[in-house]
């Protein structure tokens, strides 16, 4: 079954661009990301631009309205995601529990939806 990984973080307090918080952090994901495939379960993934380069579209009365930003402003902002192949929801939180951003943020686990 496929699992989405959805990774939140609260833009403010992730490491700045150049530190070496940053370049650890994105080693880490590399790590993950080569276990992932070594263990047959990555399906996908990938991570977002800031959530300040987002545009929220809503369709009211047949009218398209789009606002520059988030739908909502919030704590922690989605910050990427992993798409994972897992036998059962358990095998998904342990690859889950394994992703750097849920030391200072969450990850959101969810089933696809099967039609």
């Keep these: 079954m ?9 833009e403010p307090n992730d ?7 940053r370049a650890q952090m994105s ?3 590399g ?5 992932l495939v070594k263990a047959g379960v990555m399906d996908g993934g990938a991570a977002l631009q800031p959530s300040s380069t987002a545009t929220t579209i809503r369709v009211r009365d047949g009218k398209t309205l789009t606002t520059d930003g988030p739908f ?3 704590r922690e902002q989605l ?3 992993y798409v994972l192949n897992c036998k059962d929801l358990d ?18 686990v969810r089933p696809e939806l099967s039609m």
């Design 2 to 10: 496929r699992y989405i990984a959805l990774i939140y973080t609260s």
């Design 15 to 21: 490491p700045q661009r150049d530190s070496p918080e």
């Design 27 to 29: 080693a880490d994901y």
């Design 31 to 35: 790590t993950l990301t080569q276990e």
């Design 72 to 74: 909502a402003e919030t």
């Design 79 to 81: 910050g990427g995601y």
């Design 91 to 108: 095998e998904a939180i342990h690859w889950a529990s394994k992703i750097p951003g849920a030391r200072w943020g969450s990850i959101e």
